[in-house]
């Protein structure tokens, strides 16, 4: 059991740590520099075994630390999660020391923050796209990246060649049935997502 | 007007194997998908092979990769029920379940007994529906065509259940932010139980063809052993890794929807190998038909969804239509999307596959902030690269279909 008597140990055994306010699971948050030092003493000597989870987050364009990893250990001593969060700390160039040494299970969730965020972990051993093939130009799960997405070169040149295609943004801006986070709600109808028809502008023939 | 053009392009078969060229020695490149039938889906693996031995496997991903978490940026929480669907699409029902948890987690949101043994049901019935797929298509990869078929025959008698329940067979989206979509028809728990008395016979039938059939035995026996400490490594979870002694069941160590209440096992692998996560899902059957048997029994009266979640779950249709306050509630759960508070959340179920989990970071109001799935089989194939060179390449579909991964959920 993860209770307070266990997290304010582990608060005090690692000064450098800050805790966060959560719903769920005990939450802490670590600078990217003392990271691995601290994954590795989790696993080592508190008994999170495994790493369940590895993920990013972009918290807008215009936030003064965009981007954010998150990451999930469970505990089978304890039988119970912590989450630890770090903050990239340059949000053009935004880097990460990789942890894939010490949880193997890493390797793939981070090259995946790689592929979507475009976040770079130092010493990883094989960073690269993951879902998203090598060459494509753009990280899809940052926020100005548009839902429909963006018209780019086909994966295999040879065939764009013949036949002239490209990966196009899927039709209907913004998909029939979207609703933004922000903006009012006539904006989450499907009629508003339909740019060729709106109140100011005629329906064409 | 639509014109037609022929074109040719060049051998793109070819173009699979291009690591081929790129190995100097006497090694040979087998480029495998990511349309081939061990694959399961669209799994590509590039291997390189000295003589029959693999020497190298380094699997591809991302030919199913629709953007799931980028589409649950921009619609709101019960809009992307139906996506949850085509994760796990082989137990679509304990997706759905999985993901209303967590919604519900966020928002505080306890729901009732009867909605719970509904989900439990769900989660259960679904368990049993993979899992016999699983078996069945491992028998498949092995060689052994017919168990394929009475597990196949079994699936549908669910599938026609799961008709009953949700209206359609495969892609249900049968749960809702505070409950699920309808309550049980009437008689539908007895045929439920029917159908769980009924089963254990045709397990029964396929572990007369395969538990101790001697070349079943040979292809899986000692094949593709995950340590304990590899698995753990690796962040496997489910039937992979409780078959390599783990033991790790959700269900007992942080009960949801009502779990403690129900009495069954986590049968435990001692070896890690191909056979013993066939035998962890056959016992993992069993258990299910256990838990089933207990809901139906104990089938709680009452409320199927959360009635006080007044801007979370949209009321029952006869009363939208006859009541002004029901119909506004209605209204704003349609367009803006049940009203969660902030935070973040992390919640994970026992799925099929293993753990299914899901982080929502929410700024309040009905549409997620960001939306992380995470993947159960994604995890349970990242051990490929370590797990499959040493081995045979003809062990590479017993290997593959012991894994029982999804390539829906794993490319998101």
Redesign the interface.
């Known amino acids: 059991m993860i209770d307070d008597e266990f997290s304010s140990e582990l608060m005090r055994k690692y000064s450098f740590l800050s805790k966060r306010v959560?719903?769920?699971?005990l939450?802490v948050e670590c600078s990217p520099k003392n990271l691995v030092d601290l994954l590795q003493s989790l696993r080592d000597q508190e008994g999170f075994?495994?790493?369940?989870?590895l993920?990013a987050?972009?918290h807008g364009e215009d936030c003064e630390s965009r981007f954010s990893t998150?990451i999930?250990l469970?505990s089978?001593v304890h039988?119970?999660?912590i989450?630890v969060h770090s903050v990239c700390s340059d949000n053009d160039n935004p880097i990460m020391p990789s942890c894939a040494e010490i949880?193997?299970?890493a390797?793939?969730h981070e090259r995946e923050a790689y592929d979507?965020f475009g976040i770079k972990f130092t010493d990883h051993p094989n960073l690269k796209?993951?879902?998203?093939?090598d060459d494509y130009p753009y990280f899809?799960?940052r926020k100005e990246?548009p839902?429909a997405g963006i018209d780019t070169p086909l994966p295999?040149a040879?065939?764009a060649e013949?036949?002239d295609a490209s990966v196009e943004p899927a039709p209907m801006m913004?998909?029939p049935?979207?609703?933004?986070?922000s903006g009012p709600?006539s904006d989450?109808?499907p009629r508003a997502k339909d740019e060729s028809w709106t109140e100011e502008m005629e329906k064409g023939s | 007007m639509t014109t037609t053009k022929e074109?040719?392009?060049?051998d793109?078969a070819s173009?699979g194997s291009e690591a081929v060229n790129k190995i100097q020695s006497d090694r040979m490149a087998l480029n495998v998908g990511p349309s081939h039938p061990t694959t399961h889906g669209v799994l590509r693996l590039i291997m390189e092979l000295n003589g029959d031995l693999i020497d190298k496997c380094e699997p591809v991903?991302?030919y199913l990769?629709r953007?799931d978490?980028?589409?649950a940026?921009?619609?709101?929480y019960n809009?992307f029920i139906p996506y949850t669907d085509r994760l796990d699409y082989l137990a679509p029902l304990a997706n759905n379940v999985a993901y209303a948890l967590t919604v519900e987690?966020?928002a505080?949101l306890e729901v009732p007994p009867r909605c719970q043994a509904i989900r439990v049901l769900i989660s259960e019935m679904a368990r049993i529906s993979s899992h016999l797929l699983g078996m069945g298509v491992f028998g498949m990869d092995a060689g052994a065509w017919t168990p394929f078929m009475y597990t196949f025959t079994e699936r549908e008698k669910l599938y026609t259940l799961f008709e009953e329940l949700t209206g359609a067979r495969f892609t249900t989206s049968f749960t809702r932010i505070g409950g699920v979509a309808r309550d049980v028809p009437d008689g539908w728990l007895g045929r439920v139980e029917n159908f769980v008395d009924d089963l254990p016979k045709a397990i029964s039938e396929v572990e007369k063809l395969l538990t101790r059939n001697r070349i079943f035995l040979d292809r899986t026996e000692g094949i593709g052993e995950i340590s304990k400490e590899d698995a753990?490594?690796?962040?496997l979870?489910g039937p992979n890794l409780r078959a390599s002694g783990?033991?790790?069941d959700l269900r007992k160590?942080?009960p949801y929807s009502g779990y403690e209440q129900y009495d069954f096992d986590v049968p435990i692998g001692t070896r890690g190998d191909c056979y013993d996560r066939y035998l962890v899902r056959i016992e993992e059957v069993l258990q299910s038909i256990r838990i089933i048997k207990q809901v139906i029994k104990n089938f709680p009266t009452g409320a199927w969804y959360a009635e006080d979640a007044k801007k979370i779950f949209a009321p029952p249709k006869e009363k939208i239509l006859s009541s002004m306050e029901e119909l506004i509630q209605n209204f704003m759960i349609v367009?803006?999307?049940p009203q969660i508070p902030s935070?973040?959340?992390?919640?994970?179920a026992e799925n099929p596959k293993g753990?299914l989990?899901f982080?929502i970071?929410s700024?309040g109001?009905?549409?997620?902030?960001?939306m992380?799935i995470?993947a159960p089989s994604?995890?349970n194939l990242?051990i490929l690269e370590?797990l499959a060179p040493g081995h045979f390449l003809s062990d590479i579909t017993v290997i593959l279909g012991s894994l029982d991964f999804v390539m829906g959920e794993c490319?998101?």
Not at chain 1, 22 to 25: M, P, Q, R, Y
Not at chain 1, 177 to 181: E, H
Not at chain 2, 232 to 235: D, E, F, H, Q, V
């Open positions: 959560s719903v769920d699971w939450t075994d495994i790493l369940i989870d993920t987050v972009d998150v999930h469970y089978l039988r119970g999660y989450r949880y193997p299970a390797n793939w979507m796209r993951i879902l998203m093939w899809p799960l990246f839902l295999a040879d065939v013949v036949t913004g998909g049935f979207v609703s933004g986070a709600m989450s109808e | 074109i040719s392009i060049g793109i173009r991903l991302g990769h953007g978490e980028k589409i940026e921009n619609m709101t809009q987690k966020l505080n753990l490594a690796y962040g979870t783990v033991d790790l160590d942080n367009t803006e999307g935070g973040e959340v992390y919640f994970e753990a989990g982080y970071v700024k109001g009905g549409v997620p902030y960001r992380k995470r994604f995890c990242s370590k490319d998101r």
